[in-house]
């Protein structure tokens, strides 16, 4: 079996100073999410489907198509993460992905994971980028986080 | 709070057309261990003590110290992986990580899932190094799996 039998995840876990509902907020409204992630039209329902608004790329226009399938406040939100063209060989190639966050209270704060998994041997340089890029992110929603209007 | 309060992972998943009791044995059993991985002193139990032999670096003399934290046949299993030398700046940084295997059966075969969980500002050549390793690691496993003597 050739190694594109082999998919890989991107995780990034980090430990904030916030309650989980003050992250929760900052991951399911979307005027917060553009803050950390992108522009978009999230709805935070089980099912919603919804878009970010990438840089576009080769053919790809750069629109990441979603679908809210876990949403269980405040400790469990996926999204299916879609996106690319097929005719795109390198960043822009075809990507079918989920992205899966984990809040665990702990003392002082939450412990926050996020897993986007799905990256195929035809996603090397999407991998690549994203794997530097996620960790400033995650950064980003903890900076996001403070500003919510939590309990 | 400093990116260094993030830690990253590194996850290869991959299906192979075994049953997970061979897969089991390949990632048990210390002689097949050495084919896929590295020479070691395996002890198939949960709490033992065991070593795998790496490449020297720096000041680290490339011995990682391992402890069995999850040992549940023939689905999970789980070892902390200790290795680096505080004086060593880029591999062979201290790395306190855990990888974590998880076979799930499916039609046909086993989901492997591998994370190798740990990986803070101070290991970035590791993580960079490994990330692009494991997935051949998780390839040379599913060919020693296919010699076990499984059921």
């Known amino acids: 079996m050739s190694d594109e039998a082999a998919l890989r995840s991107i995780v990034v876990e980090r430990v904030m100073p916030h309650p989980p509902e003050k992250i929760w907020r900052a991951l399911t409204e979307a005027r917060l999410i553009e803050q950390w992630?992108?522009?978009n039209d999230f709805v935070p329902r089980l099912g919603a489907r919804f878009t970010f608004a990438a840089k576009p790329m080769g053919d790809w226009d750069g629109v990441v198509h979603c679908e809210v399938t876990e949403f269980d406040p405040?400790?469990?939100?996926?999204?299916?993460?879609?996106?690319?063209?097929r005719t795109?060989?390198?960043?822009?190639?075809?990507?079918?992905?989920?992205?899966?966050w984990t809040l665990t209270p702990e003392p002082g704060g939450t412990r926050v994971r996020m897993e986007h998994s799905g990256f195929g041997a035809q996603n090397r340089a999407a991998f690549e980028a994203m794997s530097g890029g996620w960790?400033?992110?995650v950064?980003?929603?903890?900076?996001a986080s403070r500003g919510t209007t939590g309990p």
Chains 1, 2 share one sequence.
Do not use: C
């Not at 405040?74 to 063209?85: E, F, I, K």
């Not at 795109?88 to 899966?100: P, T």
């Not at 950064?139 to 900076?143: D, F, I, T, V, Y």
């Open 88 to 100: 795109n060989r390198a960043y822009g190639a075809v990507l079918d992905s989920v992205v899966q």
């Open 37 to 39: 992630l992108m522009k």
């Open 74 to 85: 405040p400790t469990r939100l996926a999204y299916a993460w879609r996106g690319g063209s």
């Open 135 to 137: 960790p400033r992110v």
């Open 139 to 143: 950064e980003r929603l903890e900076q």
